[in-house]
């Protein structure tokens, strides 16, 4: 049996204040989230531009909120970048300073339970350092915490 295209409750407008109610969106991602619901091109672009001009919708605000989130769950700024791009977010990622871009990687490997000890072994070493890199963390600041570890571990 054939699926029925979505009949959408309420205004556009309605459902995009629902929808910033439960998180922050980009423009983008709204209008993508909009359209899937069933509403027209039209009615879509019409909720979007009022909410921004009202104030209530900005890809900066959705920007900042979502590098401080990502932050502090372990992500470093080449990921946020990425995933800010991928949501359709057209403003600029917030620059993140490499002082709070250590803490959150000193936060992650305290979770992770990385120790000086296993710094010791270049195998070892070289994992943690590609961990870290896949989550989106730079060099400088990989190089400055695991150099932090070191001398914290007599290494």
Known sequence: MPLRPLRPRGSARETALR???RRDHGAGELR??????????????????????GGLLS??????????????????PAW?????????????????LLEDECESLRE????RRVAGAALTDPKERARI????RGRGYGSAAIVRVLGDIDDEFGG
């Open 19 to 21: 929808l910033l109610a």
């Open 59 to 76: 890809d900066a605000a959705c920007a900042r909120a979502f590098a401080r989130e990502s932050l502090s769950s372990g992500h470093g």
């Open 32 to 53: 993508r989230k909009l359209r899937q619901r069933g509403y027209s091109e039209e009615e879509t672009k019409k909720a979007v531009e009022s909410l921004s001009g």
């Open 108 to 111: 992650l490997l305290k979770r």
């Open 80 to 96: 946020i970048r990425a995933k800010l791009k991928s949501r359709g977010v057209t403003a600029d990622a917030p620059a993140v």
């Open 129 to 132: 350092m590609r961990f870290a």
